[in-house]
Antibody
Framework: EMQLVESGGGLVQPGGSLRLSCAAS????????MTWVRQAPGRGLEWVAN????????FFVDSVKGRFTMSRDNAKDSLYLQMNSLSAEDTAVYYC????????????WGQGTLVTVSS | QSALTQPASVSGSPGQSITISCTGT?????????VSWYQQPPGKAPKLMIY???YRPSGVSYRFSGSKSGNTASLTISGLQAEDEADYYC??????????FGAGTTVTVL
């Protein structure tokens, strides 16, 4: 069974940093694009970033460019999102999900990890 | 990139059919076949229901179907059941090599 498990969320002060992780199992992680999607409390889904299977390219929504970086360790079947200069607008549940080049849909999704930016 | 436009809520009685619309632009829905739909029950993670406009993943009920015309995509749920109550989101690939979601539609079974 394909599974994605996020971790690393928590409470962080404005201007602070946080690193999220996503552990994959049940599929060949190194063969797939991966993505992060977030959902602010009571709000809709927002695509944040994605990364190529070999980690050679990353793409971000404009609102996080220059603040967030995305990486992966295919030897550990793990995905990461480094978030810097956080603001209240970044408060959200962050989900990781799998997709493929030319297969632009997300499946499966993890259960999400909550990031709260507050003083 | 502005969010795709969805109705905030749609409701129906058990057994009825409902349709959720999702309107984008010629740079996303109108340009590509990459429209997908996700079901999100309260407090749960999203689940893929439809991909490439009209294809159902294995395990998704035949009662869910998708279509597209111009810049508008649609999700139809036929034979509405209580278990279908959830938020539904459309998503489209864009000409900016990014993705845009709709604001979500809450489906209520009366």
């Amino acid at each position: 069974e394909m599974q994605l498990v996020e971790s690393g969320g928590g409470l962080v002060q404005p201007g602070g940093s946080l690193r999220l992780s996503c552990a994959a199992s049940g599929f060949t992680f190194s063969s797939h694009w991966m993505t992060w999607v977030r959902q602010a409390p009571g709000r809709g889904l927002e695509w944040v970033a994605n990364i190529k299977p070999d980690g050679s390219g990353t793409f971000f929504v404009d609102s996080v460019k220059g603040r967030f970086t995305m990486s992966r360790d295919n030897a550990k079947d793990s995905l990461y999102l480094q978030m810097n200069s956080l603001s209240a607008e970044d408060t959200a549940v962050y989900y990781c999900a799998r997709h493929d080049y030319g297969a632009w849909w997300f499946d499966p999704w993890g259960q999400g990890t909550l990031v709260t930016v507050s003083s | 990139q502005s969010a795709l436009t969805q109705p905030a809520s749609v409701s129906g009685s058990p057994g009825q059919s409902i349709t959720i619309s999702c309107t984008g632009t010629s740079s996303d829905i109108g340009k590509y076949k990459y429209v997908s739909w996700y079901q999100q029950p309260p407090g749960k993670a999203p689940k893929l229901m439809i991909y490439e406009v009209s294809y159902r993943p294995s395990g998704v009920s035949y009662r869910f179907s998708g279509s597209k015309s111009g810049n508008t995509a649609s999700l139809t749920i036929s034979g509405l059941q209580a278990e279908d109550e959830a938020d539904y989101y459309c998503c489209a690939y864009t000409s900016s090599d990014s993705f845009v979601f709709g604001a979500g539609t809450t489906v209520t079974v009366l």
